[in-house]
């Protein structure tokens, strides 16, 4: 009970985040498990590999589309598996601090997919052996860190031995090691910046105030006005809570159209997830 209830404390509010983790922990410990069965009854262990990584051969992917998801899922290195789930957990949980945890699973996922596209495309051109894959979620993860660099580029991170770093510099450290530390082909590099490219692009668009959600708020507010009207005193009060809430929400993003997101205090900032988290349940 206690580990789970500092895994909910470390993911915040944000169930996106814990879903993503648990699903990564859950593949990674079954592609664990179908290494040890494959060695010990001696099948292949490629099998699994030509059913959900992401192969370099555009006509596998073609005929396997669901790959560009999978293989995001798969890890055979336990260190690969670790990193990148603290990695996710340290970025994902500022991320989802002050945004709503659909901008998370839009990184993740785009990222993700974006850096498998680019993989396949690098790969065509000669950057990876042929009948190679990829595996692993780094493409997800950098795009995850490089957007929260953008939108919170001076938050302090404590580290060890280090004292307090700006968020900024840490996500280019570990954006940059992944990169050029990892080893793989000239074709897996072209996924990791892409997907880190990705994050760029998403953190920029969110930073100039054009937040996905808004007209979706600007909808539910025009439609509040006219439904709720109830003379129950319970759903007359729920009423009045969330069209407090849209008035609030649209007052932050004027501000944040006008002066950006860095202008918007920390609390501001807070309220705004807050708010976000209330309307889109």
């Known amino acids: 009970m206690r580990i789970r209830d500092y895994f909910k404390a470390a993911c915040g509010e944000s169930k996106e985040l814990r ?64 990193f990148n789930i603290l990695w996710l957990l340290c970025f994902g949980s500022i991320l989802t601090r002050f945004h709503p945890g659909r901008l998370l699973l839009q990184l993740f996922i785009g990222g993700g997919i974006a850096g498998g596209i680019f993989y396949i495309v690098s790969a065509s051109f000669g950057g990876a052996w042929p009948g190679s894959y990829i595996t692993g979620d780094s493409a997800a993860v950098l795009s995850v860190m490089s957007a929260c660099a953008v939108l919170m580029p001076g938050m302090p991170i404590r580290l060890f031995l280090f004292g307090e770093v700006k968020l900024k510099w840490v996500a280019s450290v570990c954006i940059l090691l992944t990169i050029f530390g990892g080893g793989g082909s000239t074709a897996v590099s072209i996924a990791h910046v892409c997907g880190a490219l990705w994050g760029v692009g998403q953190g920029w668009y969110v930073k100039k105030g054009k937040f996905i959600f808004n007209h979706k708020f600007h909808n539910n507010y025009t439609n509040l006005s006219v439904k709720h009207k109830s003379h129950n005193p319970s759903r007359a009060a729920q009423a009045m809570n969330t069209l407090d809430d849209h008035r609030r929400l649209d007052e932050l993003l004027d501000k944040i159209r006008l002066s950006g997101y860095d202008s918007l205090s920390e609390r501001e900032k807070i309220e705004l997830n807050h708010i976000s988290s209330r309307i889109t349940k």
């Not at 192969?55 to 055979?76: G, Q």
């Open 19 to 82: 879903w993503l983790l648990i699903v990564i922990a859950a593949t990674g410990l079954v592609c664990f498990l179908w290494q040890i069965i494959a060695a010990l009854s001696g099948l292949e262990s490629g099998i699994f590999d030509s059913w959900f990584a992401l192969s370099s051969d555009f006509k596998v992917v073609m005929v396997r589309p669901w790959t560009l998801a999978t293989y995001l899922c798969l890890h055979y290195s336990v260190l690969h598996l670790i």
